[in-house]
Structures are given as C-alpha cells and as structure tokens.
C-alpha cells in the first residue's frame, strides 16, 4: 500500500478474494459508500442462461490487524486518498490513477475520475 498502484491492486485482490467479484461489470457497478464495515451488497445478475441471481447472504471482508494487506487498512487508505468528490453513494468504487501527482507529491493519488477499460488494473 505504499504507491497509488500498488493500493489499488489490493483493492481488486481484496474484492476478488472476499466477495467473489467475477465480471467487469460487477466490478464497474460497485459504487463508493464509504462505511467503516465492509460488507458487499450485491444487485442480482445474470448468468450465461440469462437467468437472475444473487448471493443469499452478503460477503463481508473482517480487519486483520497484523496483516500488511489487511482489507480494512487497506479500504480506509484507499479511501483517504480519494477526492472528496468521489466520497459519495453515487461515485463509483474504482478511480483512475492521479498522472499529475509526479507534479505534486502531496496530491490525492486517485483522480477525480472513474478507471476505464484503458488504465483498468493490471
């Protein structure tokens, strides 16, 4: 978690890892809460036979404390170094990378902007 790349890989991982994220959509979807829980709530999808689905309970990701990729440290900074702006129910989860911060070494590390399929994690 010590650069703006490296955080938001954890964050996919974490996603990936505790709530079983599959598609690109689902990943898009995801929006910005900004709770201290974290906890995935799910809007039902399609499978490949086009029927609907959903979990039947939500996935929760738990604090690890002594762990170096803990998923709530990790959340909490990835959630410092967004813009105010993408703090809100509406904002999507995934931010672009801040190309300027070599500019500014105190600039947000994530711009005020949603990732695309362009600078998607790698």
């Not at 959340?75 to 904002?91: D, G, L």
């Not at 999507?92 to 362009?118: D, I």
Request: hydrophobic share 30%.
């Amino acid at each position: 978690m010590e650069n703006p790349t490296s955080l938001i890989n954890t964050m996919w991982w974490n996603n990936t890892t505790h709530f079983r994220l599959r598609s690109r959509k689902e990943r898009v979807d995801m929006k910005w809460d900004g709770q201290e829980y974290l906890e995935y709530n799910e809007r039902s999808t399609k499978t490949r036979t086009g029927q609907e689905v959903s979990r039947p309970f939500n996935p929760k990701m738990f604090s690890i404390p002594d762990e170096p990729r803990c998923p709530v440290k990790a959340f909490k900074a990835y959630r410092s170094q967004r813009p105010e702006a993408m703090k809100t129910p509406q904002s999507p989860f995934y931010l672009a990378v801040n190309t300027n911060r070599t500019k500014n070494e105190n600039a947000l590390w994530f711009a005020n902007q949603n990732m695309g399929k362009t600078n998607s994690v790698q």
